[in-house]
């Protein structure tokens, strides 16, 4: 039972002593009449003996814990510091991406921009190509109409020809040149000049 009295009241000690250390900074004679004023404070008086032993045990725990608690505090702060550094640098990454991001939201609207422009653009385009293709078959239509009303023209004049030859043969001599200008030959001339 006073192991664990002893033992606790160093570890109560230690922690006393640490954050003197972090608040201000004792030197090690202050650090020894600490936990010596601390030890006959706490503990009623003892055996001389036990004294001893618990005073040099502490202090010899002080001494080595202390250079371990300074290199553990220094790795700390260096960590703590590296970590600050990371974030500052992954801040400054996000930053950069922000801005990335907002200029490819600018471009990318001018681009919808621009595809809405080509868009019309084309419905335009086949806009006047309907229309240029609804002409195109109006003359087409009325072309072959003319076409055929030729035609018709040129089957009657047909008729009419050959109704005047049979009507002139007997009437015009074979060798007269109106004859031989209404002939066979001459007729599917007069086909192809209308």
């Not at 006959?40 to 618990?54: F, G, Y």
């Not at 371990?68 to 996000?94: C, F, G, P, S, Y």
């Amino acid at each position: 039972m006073k192991g664990w009295l002893c033992i606790l009241l160093l570890l109560e000690t230690f922690v006393f002593i640490v954050q003197q250390q972090v608040d201000g900074g004792l030197a090690d004679n202050e650090i020894s009449q600490q936990l010596s004023n601390e030890d006959r404070r706490q503990n009623p008086p003892q055996t001389d003996s036990l004294r001893d032993e618990a005073s040099t045990d502490s202090q010899q725990y002080c001494h080595v814990c202390f250079p371990d608690i300074h290199a553990a505090l220094r790795e700390l702060t260096a960590t703590v510091t590296e970590q600050k550094a990371n974030i500052r640098a992954l801040e400054t990454r996000l930053r950069d991406a922000e801005k990335t991001a907002e200029q490819q939201t600018v471009i990318l609207e001018e681009m919808k921009k621009k595809n809405d422009a080509l868009e019309t653009r084309l419905r335009d385009a086949e806009k006047t190509a309907e229309q240029q293709t609804e002409e195109l078959n109006k003359k087409n239509d009325a072309l072959e109409t003319r076409l055929r009303d030729a035609e018709k023209t040129a089957e009657q004049q047909t008729v009419i020809l050959e109704d005047l030859n049979k009507k002139t043969d007997g009437i015009l001599p074979e060798h007269s040149f109106f004859y031989q200008f209404l002939s066979e030959e001459n007729t599917s001339a007069i086909h192809c000049i209308v």
